[in-house]
Structures are given as structure tokens and as C-alpha cells.
């Protein structure tokens, strides 16, 4: 029985045309397969003309070229074709096959489009299936951080196809196409290649990596086309078609050193070097390849008389040419036909045992079939190679091949090495399916490292990225993280925001726990503080002493000593108030120190609103027994404070029944802290009782300001008016400041405020009654008075 097989004429396929042979002869001596028969074949090959593959196909069902339709044969009759075509040429064989439903087994690479058992019914492919060839170059383009990244692939079905896969699985790991370079099939590229060089040289310059698909009608081109255009400092990742094409080439720098080549796992079949070894035309004396091999690489000549080979090289075989000329080891291509072989050999095997089961002892011998009967054993066979492979021909049985990662070694030039580095399984869990030995790489020439690919440099931690306008995704320029944000990896795409209890380091690159802080006593301000604090209410203490031992003198008498008593002690609790704000809050300091500040306050200007209602009273009253004496004579003005302290009471109550401060913390008015404050609670309930505040200190200063002038030794509405607008003063110039601080400040702001009115009430009112009393006892004297009461009272001449 015949098989048939049809390769492209290429010198450097000559490999797949041993393999088959070998295939064949090794079955022929297996008694376990075929026993009763052996295999023959036939040979054709062709360029890529069309034409010639019917002309091919016609021989093949005819047995000779003039006649159509009609067959010859007598003796022997091929049973199927093994053929490695693309999809155009394999749709013209099949359409002509498939008139007679003849057997068609193709050993090229897994091609989709010829899985259509409607267009194709009698088509076998043995290639396993390639569609994780995308997933695996990705991986490893992720395996080396390589983010821009060039694509060089072959027109036709099936590079579309592979574009469309890798473009799907780069966008999903955030890998960028730098270019993308469809290469036309091998008539178009004659005739339009020298601007196919431009195209390729200008635009893969900035790029480093590049994958290439490319199938076997395009395959030249491609080589040409980087070999001769474009420097040698590029990493190619590239499928095992692309390197075979490689044997007769010869560039002065290989462009090719360090390329990764995908190629189809397979087991090493030991016995095919052996074979290789042993092959010479005069064993295959029918072969004229093989002769005209010998004859251009080991120097022989040939016999006038018969034309054979004469002189060779003692022991010569294709074992000991240059990687560049031979390669011992079997391509994806040749374990394809190697395993075609088998998977008819088996089929014909099978099918001729079922025969024979049904066939009488008899008639054994004269089993006749026809080839259209090998198609059910062909589509169920299952078997192992003689590699120990499990191998069938049905697509729906066929698993996604596993790759052999290969380095290519090619320097100095012809070495031709291909080192395997790893693997890529897809059958297993994602983050296991590269195994890559990098000690082992060799890359392009002059690199001793693992280049980097990318459009732009990484960001590094502080750093997040962003986009460049119109540009890939890959391109992007690296900005600081604004402040409390970090981004503690490399190319983070944004930053991340500390959590209020923590806060970003100088670098942006890590999150630090806030210290707790707050107005406390250890503090310089704090310190600073509750020291004046301390030494106003000592000072007013001080004064209340000093007017309580010269109580019975004019300057305390004269100017209602019940008030100014009132006064000073209103004032020292208006100092010792101050300390409530400062030092760690709780719920009570917090409800205390604004109640207290308000009350206290109240106390101060009511009793200065009642100082200076008594002294319009006492020098606006002349006669006797009116009624505006009586209330002078009764103390009504002191009834001044009482009100005014019941009505910030009632709205201090209010305050603290609505909505009362509470503990609050601030993680953003210092860098690193958090500070604990005083919340107000109800803003409204706090400005009313400042507004309250505020108008009593305004109604005092305009009474006080109204009494200014009038004439006395001991008037006081002077220092009351000077008094008050200090206070006014500063309460007015707290407001804008008090809400222009954060933390601690704005507490410090409010504990000034206080101590300065208050000082500012001690000093203008009692400062100059104390001037007198230390320094001028002359004017604290009761005939003094009254000289300059008279005095003042004589009307002018």
C-alpha cells in the first residue's frame, strides 16, 4: 500500500521528507504493525503554484498527467495523502479529494479553518492545537516586565486570527503594541519590498521586543527583511515556523542571536539521528536531493560514464554538517509527519483487522477496500507513538499544545543552537504555567542583561502614573502623590489615601500612625500660657488685697467699692477660666470651660456696665429727693449684674440641652497628629452667647463713653471707655483669626483672647487707682478731695 506525501521544494524541508521515510521504514519493520503489508509511497513536491498542486493531486488519483478522471493503477494504490499546505492550497486539494472521499491527513501547523467538517470531511490534521500560543508569549513578556512591544505577523486567516489573541491578552495585562506590521504573502512581498524595508526599519527602531508569527508561505520575506534592514539589538519572540526557514542564512551580524522561539513540545526520538546518520545516496541511489546534498557539501564528483558520485569524503553524513546546513533534531514539522505516518499506519492496521474478522479463512487473502473506507478508523484511531505520545486525529479530542521555550544561539554565525530554557503548560493553574531557567539565556549580541522594553521608565514608590494625551496606555509620565497619599510599589496607577489616623511619610511611601497631641501643659505654648494665666490671677489677687486694705480711702470709695470687689473677682476667675482650656480634654472640661468662660465674661462686663451706669447716675443727679437719686441711693445699678449673669445662664442652658461640646479630634490641621479638641456643639448656641457677650461689652463702652467728660477727681468713665475698647477690640479681631486657625492654635487664639481682655480690663481700670494709691498719696486724701471738688465745681468768672 502507498501513502502519498506532498511538501513545499525548500531546501531546508528536506528533514520532513526523512522523516517520513524513516516513518515508513520503521513501520515496514514493526511485526506488530501491518505485518502482511508493507507501506510504499510516493513523493511529490512543488513551489508555491497553485496549479501545481492539482496537477499534483491528479497524479496522485489518476497515475499519470494526460488523462483525467481516470486511473491506470494496476498494482498498488495510495490509501491516504499526507500533505503540509496552507489553508488556500489545502482547499484546492480537498475540493478535488473530496469528489472520491480520498483520505487527506495534513502535518502543518493546527489551522481552524480546515476544522469545518461541512467544507473539509475527509481533512486529518496531527498538529495539536496552538490557540495558547498568544497566552504563552504574554507570559513571558510579563516573565521579563516587558510592557511595548512590537508585532510582526503574516497575512491570512490564521495571523489574523493570532493578532486578534495576543491584542486581546495584551490589553488584559496592560502590555502596549508599539507597531503592528502585517507582512503580505510571498508574490506581493517581491514586488513591494523594498517598501516593506522602510516600514519595518523605521518602525521597529525604538522598539526592543518584537514578535513575529509568520507561517511557511511567508517565511523567506521575514527573514529577508529583518535580516538585511534592521539592526541586530532586538529580542525576537517568534513560533517554531519562523526559524526553520533559517539554514542557508548568512548575514554579517545575526540579527537572530538570543530570539525565543515557541515550539511544540515534543519527546526526542533517538532512533531519527541514528537514521539521519546513515542516509547517503547510495542507500537511496533514487533520491536525487540526496545526491545533489553530497555532491555540494562533501566535495565529490561525478563519473562521466554513469554520472554517479565519486571521491566523497570518507564516512560522510548529514550528522556532520553545520547546524546551519542540517539539523539533526527533529522539527515540529517533521514530528508531525512522523506521527501522520503512524496515525494511517494504524488506521489501516485496524481496519484491515476488522476485515478480517469478518472474512472466511478462505478469503482472507483477498481483502480489497477502497480509500473513503480508512475515514471512521481515521476519526476514532487513538494510539501511542513510538515517543510514548497519545495521539488522535479528532480536533475535538486535541488539548492546547504545551511549548518548549527555545533560546536561539547563533553566534558566531552558523552555530545555529537551540537551547531549551523551560516550558509553557497551559493545562495548569495560572502563575504555573512559565517555567523559565534565566541563568541560561543568551541575548542578542553585545547584551548581557535582560533588556527592558517599555515606552516609558517605571514610576517608583511616591510616584503614581499618568497618562500621556494620545498616547498607549503604556506611555505615561510619573507624578508625586499629592499630600496624605502614598503609592508604595513601582507604577502604581494611583495613590492611595492614609486612613485619618494616619499620615504619609516625606517619601510618599508608607503610612505612619498619627501621634495624639493636644494644648497640653508640657507644651512651650501651653506652658507659655497657663504661666500668664497664673500670674494675671495672682496680680488681680493682688489688687483685691490692696483695695480691701485701703478700702476706707477716696479712690476706693469713691468709685463703689461692692463693684470693683465684684469686679476683680469676676476678673480672676476670668484668668483661672483660661486653664480649663488648656491639657488633655474630657466631656466635663469641655461643657466647663464655655459655660464658665461665658458666666464669668458676663460677670466682668455687667459689672463694668453697672460701674458706669453708677457714675452717669452720680454726677447727672444734683437735686434732692428725685427719683433718679433714689435708685442711686438704693444700688438699683447693681442689679445691673444679677440680670445680665441670668440671662447668659438661660442661654448657656439652652446651649447645654441642645446640643452641649463634646470631644472631638482633628487629623488634619497638623501633619502627623492628631489633635483631641473641643467640639462647640451648636455654632448658633456659641455665637449667641458671644453675640450676648458682645453687646453688653458695646452698651458699656458707649455709656462709659458718653460720661467720659464729666469732671471729678475720682471719675473712672474715662478708663471704663479706654477699658472696654480694648476688650471690644479684641474679641472683634478674634473672630476672623479664631476661624482662620486649625487645633491647637485655634485653642491658643481663644486662651489669648481671654487672658488680653481680661488684662486689658485689670489694667485700664485698676492701673491707674493703683497708680495712686502706691505713688500719689496726696491726691488719695479726703482735704484733696474736697479742694478739688470746689475747685471744680466754682463757676467761671
Not at 545575526?254 to 539521519?276: D, L, M, Q, R
Not at 522539527?331 to 496515525?343: G, L, Q
Not at 503604556?474 to 503609592?487: G, L
Request: with cysteine; aromatic share 12%; charged share 15%.
Amino acid at each position: 500500500m502507498k501513502d502519498f506525501l506532498i511538501v513545499p521544494h525548500l531546501p531546508n524541508r528536506y528533514q520532513n521528507f526523512l522523516a517520513f521515510i524513516f516513518a515508513i521504514e520503521e513501520i515496514n519493520k514493526n511485526p506488530h504493525l501491518l505485518s502482511n503489508m508493507s507501506l510504499g509511497y510516493e513523493f511529490h513536491n512543488f513551489l508555491y503554484s497553485h496549479w501545481r498542486i492539482v496537477e499534483s493531486s491528479l497524479v496522485l488519483l489518476t497515475g499519470q498527467n494526460e488523462i483525467p478522471n481516470y486511473s491506470c493503477r494496476r498494482k498498488s494504490k495510495p490509501v491516504a495523502v499526507l500533505t503540509e499546505t496552507s489553508w488556500a492550497a489545502s482547499s484546492q486539494v480537498s475540493t478535488l479529494l473530496e469528489l472520491y472521499r480520498f483520505p487527506q491527513v495534513t502535518f502543518g501547523s493546527f489551522d481552524p479553518m480546515l476544522r469545518d467538517n461541512g467544507q473539509f470531511p475527509s481533512l486529518y490534521q496531527v498538529a495539536p492545537k496552538d490557540t495558547s500560543l498568544a497566552l504563552g508569549m504574554v507570559s513571558l513578556m510579563l516573565h521579563f516586565s516587558w510592557t511595548w512591544v512590537g508585532l510582526i505577523i503574516t497575512e491570512g486567516h490564521r495571523g489574523v486570527q493570532f493578532l486578534s489573541d495576543v491584542r486581546a491578552e495584551m490589553e488584559r495585562n496592560r502590555i502596549c503594541v508599539a507597531f503592528l506590521k502585517m507582512v503580505s504573502s510571498a508574490f506581493e512581498s517581491y514586488f513591494f519590498r523594498p517598501l516593506q524595508h522602510d516600514i519595518i526599519a523605521r518602525e521597529t527602531s525604538p522598539v526592543t521586543v518584537v514578535i513575529i508569527y509568520c507561517d511557511t508561505e511567508t517565511l523567506n520575506d521575514i527573514n529577508y527583511l529583518i535580516g538585511q534592514n534592521v539592526g541586530t539589538w532586538r529580542v525576537w519572540v517568534t513560533n517554531s515556523q519562523w526559524h526553520a526557514d533559517m539554514s542557508g542564512a548568512n548575514f554579517i551580524l545575526n540579527p537572530f542571536h538570543g530570539s525565543f522561539i515557541f515550539s511544540n513540545h515534543h519527546e526526542e526520538i533517538s532512533a531519527f539521528k541514528n537514521f539521519v546518520q546513515e542516509a547517503n545516496p547510495f542507500r537511496y541511489p533514487e533520491d536525487t536531493y540526496l545526491t545533489m546534498y553530497w555532491l555540494n557539501h562533501f566535495r565529490c564528483s561525478i563519473s562521466d560514464s554513469d554520472c554517479a558520485l565519486r571521491n566523497c569524503t570518507p564516512n560522510a553524513s548529514l550528522a556532520q554538517l553545520p547546524m546551519n546546513r542540517f539539523d539533526t533534531d527533529m522539527t515540529d514539522e517533521s514530528y508531525n509527519i512522523y506521527n501522520a505516518v503512524y496515525a494511517v499506519a494504524h488506521a489501516l492496521h485496524e481496519m484491515l483487522f476488522q476485515q478480517t474478522q469478518k472474512l472466511t479463512i478462505r478469503n482472507r487473502g483477498l481483502s480489497i477496500f477502497s480509500p473513503w473506507q480508512l475515514h471512521p478508523f481515521l476519526r476514532n484511531i487513538q494510539f501511542n507513538s513510538p515517543a510514548g505520545e497519545k495521539m488522535h486525529l479528532n480536533d475535538e479530542k486535541k488539548l492546547d499544545a504545551e511549548y518548549d521555550i527555545l533560546n536561539f544561539w547563533n553566534f558566531p554565525d552558523g552555530l545555529r543552537l537551540k537551547i531549551k530554557l523551560g516550558t509553557f503548560t497551559p493545562h495548569v493553574p495560572h502563575g504555573q504555567q512559565l517555567s523559565l531557567t534565566d541563568n541560561m539565556i543568551e541575548w542578542m549580541t553585545g547584551i548581557t542583561e535582560a533588556p527592558k522594553s517599555v515606552c516609558s521608565k517605571s514610576c517608583n514608590p511616591g510616584f503614581w502614573k499618568t497618562p500621556q494625551e494620545g498616547k498607549a496606555a503604556c506611555c505615561f509620565d510619573c507624578t508625586p502623590c499629592s499630600e496624605n497619599e502614598i503609592a508604595n510599589d513601582t507604577d502604581m496607577e494611583q495613590c492611595v489615601k492614609c486612613p485619618d489616623h494616619q499620615y504619609a511619610n516625606t517619601a510618599r511611601i508608607q503610612c505612619l500612625q498619627k501621634s495624639v497631641t493636644f494644648l497640653a501643659y508640657e507644651h512651650p505654648l501651653g506652658k507659655m500660657l497657663a504661666g500668664t494665666a497664673l500670674s494675671f490671677t495672682v496680680l488681680t489677687a493682688v489688687v483685691l488685697g490692696l483695695f480691701v486694705k485701703h478700702r476706707d480711702t477716696p479712690i476706693v470709695k469713691a468709685n463703689n467699692r461692692a463693684l470693683s470687689y465684684t469686679l476683680l473677682i469676676s476678673l480672676t476667675f476670668c484668668f483661672l477660666c483660661s486653664l480649663l482650656f488648656i491639657g488633655r480634654p474630657n466631656t466635663a472640661s469641655c461643657i466647663l470651660r464655655q459655660t464658665t468662660f461665658a458666666v464669668v465674661f458676663t460677670v466682668a462686663v455687667s459689672t463694668v456696665l453697672a460701674k458706669t451706669v453708677t457714675v452717669v447716675l452720680a454726677f447727672k443727679v444734683t437735686a434732692p429727693g428725685r427719683r433718679m437719686r433714689q435708685l442711686l441711693v438704693s444700688g438699683a445699678p447693681n442689679y445691673i449684674i444679677p440680670i445680665c449673669s441670668l440671662i447668659q445662664l438661660t442661654l448657656c442652658g439652652v446651649w447645654m440641652g441642645t446640643n452641649p461640646p463634646y470631644i472631638d479630634t482633628d487629623a488634619h490641621s497638623e501633619h502627623g497628629h492628631i489633635i483631641i479638641t473641643c467640639n462647640k456643639g451648636s455654632l448658633t448656641a456659641f455665637y449667641c452667647v458671644l453675640g450676648y457677650l458682645g453687646s453688653l461689652a458695646l452698651l458699656s463702652f458707649t455709656v462709659a463713653f458718653l460720661a467720659r467728660n464729666l469732671p471729678d477727681t475720682f471719675n473712672e468713665a474715662k478708663f471704663l471707655t479706654f477699658s472696654m475698647l480694648v476688650f471690644c477690640s479684641v474679641w472683634v479681631t478674634f473672630l476672623p483669626v479664631y476661624h482662620s486657625s486649625k487645633g491647637k492654635v485655634m485653642v491658643a487664639m481663644e486662651v489669648f483672647s481671654i487672658l488680653i481682655s481680661s488684662a486689658g480690663l485689670l489694667g485700664c481700670i485698676f492701673g491707674p487707682k493703683c497708680y495712686i494709691i502706691f505713688l500719689r498719696l496726696d491726691r488719695n486724701s479726703l482735704n484733696n478731695f474736697r479742694n478739688k471738688t470746689r475747685s471744680g465745681r466754682k463757676k467761671p468768672s
